[in-house]
């Protein structure tokens, strides 16, 4: 599969191209907007798609031939072995909790990720780790990753099959599932990564009550307040998704960070040209660029 | 194999979603395959369910057969779980206790206890607010003084005697809290952070999609 990776991508850049083609013709071709094959209208995001793409897979190219890609420090990440080395000298366990979504939200798939990695690390040091989830499917994916996890580092028997295990369907039954248990098991460490809502102060105040170090991260910016104020560490947005490429190290993952950062470039200056153009009454146009249906 | 069928299935449910965006439901098959792959969503998580069930029950056995700390919760919980379960997957035509209807067992048990513990759980979020913004707001630093500053202008701004007192000290500061603070620093920031995190999870879908991102699969 790996060595099949470069004509994927290719096919889907080709792809993309011949679908941005004749999707245009289509569209050109056919009558009004309600009888189109083609939603003419969303020609923009199409666009967007294919520059984005194209730039992501550019630096994964590169990223493949070896060229070096300066990542800024994040320090939530660089925590994380020493959060679970602390673990480690206490004696207690780590808390992983990836979100409380389904795993068809990419946050708990980029919680479960992460969990992957740390799994790694409390495998090596042969710390015990408790992952409490929300959803049964989320459960199956925990299950298989800190296998793997626990396999790799040549320790499958560290490995319990409680270790992940399904607590509650109910946002606040689970809620108090896992303040219960991190006022009876007190974890030395408590990692949040994935999608949360009104219990994310609820999870974080009872962490630090019970004197953990605690390191979150979430793309819901209406909770990162609540862990700003009660955690040790936080990841912000991008940075959860950026966080299993930051902690592999893996340049095929790198390069796609990479390539991220060029396009939110373009973004920044497209919202500066726009600001321009609007503050002289002349874009219009500009912003009938971005507007998608 | 345990990888490369996964990622084949990736690829395809990912392509079928992004193209079903571009194409009108009304007029192309592709248009109308995002509801159907979304139901195989469902579907499978129904399956899934099972597995969350013996997790629980497999946890919370050993623990009360173990006799292991506070085993009596983990009875009550085990208890729980079939209490509102069997009577609600029995059929309702043997007995109104059945099934999950008004006035069965389940809705009784949902009505009276499941939903007033959720209420009461959500209702704590306000002292933990509380002990948070008290540790958050101590003016130990310029910037923190800044956002106690910033902090107790909007709580203000939020309740009528508050807009009343800040009217009093100047007319149009309420204006001034709405447009400045929440509708500007607030919102440039939240917006800032939606974008960046948005960025994040397409070129996350994409190495998902290309199977360069394999570690949701362990590997």
Redesign the interface.
């Known amino acids: 599969?790996t060595s099949k990776?470069p004509d994927?991508?290719r096919f889907?850049v080709l792809f993309q191209f011949a679908?941005l083609i004749l999707?245009s013709l289509t569209a050109a071709a056919n009558g009004t907007a309600?009888?189109?094959?083609?939603?003419i209208d969303?020609l923009n995001?199409?666009v967007f798609?294919i520059v984005?793409?194209v730039v992501?897979l550019i630096y994964?190219r590169w990223a493949r031939q070896g060229r070096k890609l300066f990542i800024r420090k994040i320090n939530g990440l660089d925590e994380v072995e020493e959060a679970v080395g602390r673990a480690t000298e206490m004696g207690k366990p780590v808390l992983f909790i990836p979100g409380i979504n389904?795993i068809?939200e990419?946050?708990t798939?980029?919680g479960?990720?992460i969990l992957?990695?740390v799994a790694r690390i409390t495998a090596r040091y042969e710390t015990p780790l408790l992952v409490p989830v929300r959803?049964?499917?989320v459960?199956?994916?925990g299950q298989?990753?800190?296998?793997?996890?626990y396999l790799?580092e040549g320790k499958p028997d560290a490995c319990s099959?409680?270790t992940v295990?399904?607590?509650?369907?109910?946002?606040?039954?689970f809620?108090?599932t896992v303040q219960?248990i991190m006022m009876?098991e007190r974890p030395a460490t408590n990692i949040f990564m994935g999608a949360f809502y009104?219990e994310s102060?609820?999870l974080?105040?009872s962490g630090n009550a019970a004197g953990s170090i605690q390191i979150a991260g979430t793309?819901q910016?209406s909770q990162?307040?609540?862990f700003?104020?009660?955690c040790d560490y936080t990841l912000?947005?991008?940075?959860?998704?950026?966080a299993?490429?930051y902690l592999?190290r893996e340049p095929?993952?790198l390069g796609?960070?990479k390539?991220?950062d060029w396009?939110?470039m373009i973004?920044v200056l497209s919202i500066i040209i726009g600001a321009i153009l609007i503050s002289f009454d002349a874009g219009e146009w500009f912003l009938e660029l971005f507007k998608s249906v | 194999m345990k990888?490369?069928v996964p990622?084949i299935i990736a690829?395809l449910s990912g392509l079928v979603m992004?193209?079903a965006?571009?194409?009108?439901p009304?007029?192309?098959i592709i248009?109308r395959l995002e509801p159907e792959v979304l139901s195989w969503?469902t579907i499978?998580?129904g399956f899934?369910?099972?597995?969350?069930?013996v997790?629980?029950v497999?946890?919370n056995f050993?623990a009360v057969r173990r006799k292991s700390?506070?085993w009596p919760?983990k009875l009550a919980l085990l208890v729980s779980v079939f209490a509102m379960a069997i009577p609600s997957v029995l059929p309702s035509s043997w007995s109104p206790l059945f099934g999950n209807g008004p006035g069965s067992i389940y809705d009784w048990l949902f009505n009276y206890l499941?939903a007033p513990?959720?209420s009461t759980?959500?209702a704590?979020?306000a002292f933990?607010?509380a002990?948070?913004?008290f540790?958050?707001f101590r003016a130990r630093s310029a910037e923190s003084t800044l956002l106690l500053i910033t902090a107790c202008l909007v709580m203000l701004w939020r309740v009528p005697m508050g807009e009343v007192l800040l009217k009093g000290i100047y007319p149009g500061l309420p204006e001034w809290i709405n447009t400045y603070i929440m509708g500007g620093a607030n919102l440039a920031v939240?917006r800032g952070?939606?974008?960046?995190?948005a960025?994040?999870?397409?070129?996350?879908?994409?190495?998902?999609?290309?199977?360069?991102?394999r570690?949701?699969?362990?590997?």
């Open positions: 599969m990776r994927i991508a889907i679908f999707s309600g009888d189109r094959v083609f939603q969303r995001a199409l798609m984005f793409s992501i994964t389904e068809d990419i946050e798939i980029a479960i990720s992957g990695r959803y049964p499917m459960l199956a994916a298989e990753v800190v296998e793997q996890a790799e099959k409680d295990r399904y607590v509650a369907g109910e946002q606040f039954a809620t108090a219960g009876r009104a102060l609820l974080a105040e793309a910016p990162l307040p609540f700003i104020a009660a912000m947005g991008e940075e959860l998704y950026a299993s490429a592999s095929l993952l796609g960070l390539g991220q396009i939110k973004l | 990888t490369t990622v690829f992004i193209l965006f571009f194409f009108n009304e007029k192309s248009g969503v499978v998580g899934t369910l099972l597995l969350g069930v997790s629980i497999r946890v050993n700390q506070d919760f499941d513990m959720m759980m959500f704590m979020l933990y607010i002990s948070a913004a540790r958050a939240q952070i939606i974008i960046g995190a960025l994040g999870a397409a070129a996350m879908s994409l190495r998902i999609m290309l199977g360069i991102e570690t949701y699969m362990g590997k």
